[in-house]
């Protein structure tokens, strides 16, 4: 591929599919393109490179992703296919897993070239891992030096983020830095990635063969990010990893998921703990506990159940039985009374019966989620449960995922039905003008909405900028805290399933 000598014209584009984590990995990897002196187009068409930031957990992702390369007429863009997808076309292709890595140009052992590789199959120019997406900046540097104009930056930034090993900790630690130094604030919510990889291998799911064995993130670079994004306007921080409850530091196993949590806690300028995704076999009861006592940590927990049998559930390897799940629902309430719980489910899995899926339904009814995330099961690649017989037919599956979703909009509107009357501290929050799902609610006259301490949203009728304006001018906040402004509601009305209130 050819570019003109004129810097402006090595634009990229990033196209992000799936989970926190890739969305995470394609914030830190568009800062670092940038500190490297490539431009952010605004559209895939008006960029030179494009890279795409892939997922496979599920088999309607990898028919996106295949659809969307399809798309990419234009022969002179550089196309890096990058995340989950990218490494499962990796370790499917024999080409390309026999083929020497180019380590002199990219210094990597999972980022492949596809001219190289003899592998044409799609029309890309890479391949990259989702441990290595972080060494594209350096990667394109290299190919592309004599055509950037290198931003200037502090000597003392340089030193931190270049003197360091090109391993994988020391590529993330330079990651965090470039993004903890950018001139302009942050946005008061950020992600912080603290595992990479899962060790679980649930008998339906690709990740661990696509991103590996579960890799810890050093205590030290983790809290010295989050005192840094503290520093920078941030308030809340929502930890990521594949299993965050399986969480121990490399120098020290006694630095858990518990000892985390605690240290950021004592972050002063953090308001906000959020986590996700916890695995059911590895949640702690000291985590637990935390989650009741600690007041910066969110009452609201996505745990992943997948199903209500146990004979389903041995047979996905999820390592926990139906009455163990229970049993944690039970300790979680206990602890923490108003939590608001989350999950997700498979139907449809190989060998699931009618009495299975009833056993589903009852464990949801018993439990109460207030929200489901529900899948058909689709065969993935590499995984056990690819030597299963697929037996449910499509239309099973689909009946069984609309009764799914039936039973849990019931439960939803019954428990926000029983908050009216009640009062809750909120935290305030401006609509964004062109936040299209609150359309109906903007135009309506209502602009602010409260979140819960549970993660409740409550949109707030006699609440204006006139008000917020009074509220801060008379508030006893700091100014770097008014981005938290919090206030005393009472919930009056539910409404096609949103909660109304009033300030009080």
């Known amino acids: 591929m050819k570019f003109t000598d004129a810097a402006e014209d090595i634009s990229f584009y990033i196209k992000t599919y799936g ?6 990995d394609s914030e830190l990897l568009e800062d670092g393109l940038i500190f490297k002196g ?10 030179n490179i494009i890279i795409l930031n892939t997922c496979s957990v599920r088999d309607n992702a990898d028919h996106k992703i295949l659809s969307d390369i399809g798309r990419i007429t234009d022969k002179k863009k550089k196309i890096i296919l990058a995340g989950c997808y990218a490494q499962q076309k990796i370790k499917q292709n024999t080409n390309i897993k026999n083929k020497s890595r180019n380590k002199d140009k990219t210094g990597s052992n999972s980022i492949i070239i596809a001219e190289d590789s003899g592998y044409k199959e799609l029309s890309v120019n890479y391949y990259v891992s989702p441990e290595d997406i972080l060494s594209i900046p350096d990667m394109l540097e290299k190919e592309f030096k004599s055509l950037l104009k290198i931003t200037p930056v502090d000597s003392k930034i340089e030193e931190d983020i270049f003197a360091k090993d090109e391993n994988y900790y020391r590529r993330l630690e330079k990651s965090f830095n470039q993004r903890s130094e950018k001139k302009s604030l942050l946005n008061y919510s950020q992600y912080l990635k603290i595992t990479e990889g899962c060790n679980n291998f649930c008998s339906y799911c690709i990740v661990p063969y696509v991103r590996g064995a579960e890799k810890y993130i050093p205590l030290n670079i983790l809290l010295k990010t989050v005192e840094k994004y503290a520093q920078k306007n941030v308030k809340e921080i929502i930890l990521l990893g594949q299993n965050v409850n399986s969480y121990k530091s490399p120098e020290n196993p006694d630095y858990n998921f518990a000892y985390l949590l605690k240290k950021i806690a004592e972050i002063k300028n953090i308001k906000k703990i959020k986590f996700l995704t916890s695995h059911p076999k590895d949640m702690s009861d000291e985590v637990i506990e ?22 389903i559930l041995k047979l996905m390897n999820r390592g926990y039985d139906r009455d163990r799940y229970i049993n944690l629902i039970e300790k979680l309430k206990s602890n923490c009374p108003g939590i608001l719980l989350s999950t997700d489910i498979i139907v449809g899995f190989p060998g699931e019966t009618d009495e299975d899926f009833e056993q589903t339904l009852s464990l949801i009814k018993e439990t109460g989620f207030e929200f489901i995330y529900g899948f058909q099961y689709s065969p993935r690649p590499f995984t056990a449960a690819l030597n299963y017989k697929d037996d449910v037919p499509l239309e099973i599956k689909k009946e ?17 039905n029983k908050l009216i009357g009640n009062y809750y501290d909120v935290i ?3 609509i964004a003008e062109n936040d299209d799902y609150n359309s109906e609610i903007i135009n309506k006259g209502i602009f602010y909405r409260g979140i819960t301490s549970n993660e409740r949203v409550v949109y707030l009728k006699n609440f204006d900028i006139k008000k917020m304006s009074e509220f801060l001018l008379n508030s006893t906040l700091e100014k770097s ?9 009472k919930i009056t009305e539910v409404v096609s399933n949103k909660l109304y209130g009033e300030v009080i």
């Open 19 to 24: 989970c926190q984590m890739n969305f995470h």
């Open 38 to 47: 490539f431009k952010k187009a605004a559209s895939l068409n008006d960029a």
């Open 290 to 311: 935390l989650i009741g006592k600690e007041n910066k940590i969110s009452k609201s927990l996505h745990l992943p159940v997948q199903s209500g049998s146990d004979r």
């Open 400 to 416: 069984r995922l609309n009764k799914l979703f039936n039973l849990q909009k019931n439960i939803f509107a019954s428990s926000l």
């Open 428 to 430: 305030i929050e401006k």
């Open 481 to 489: 805290e008014s981005t938290l402004v919090k206030v005393k509601v």
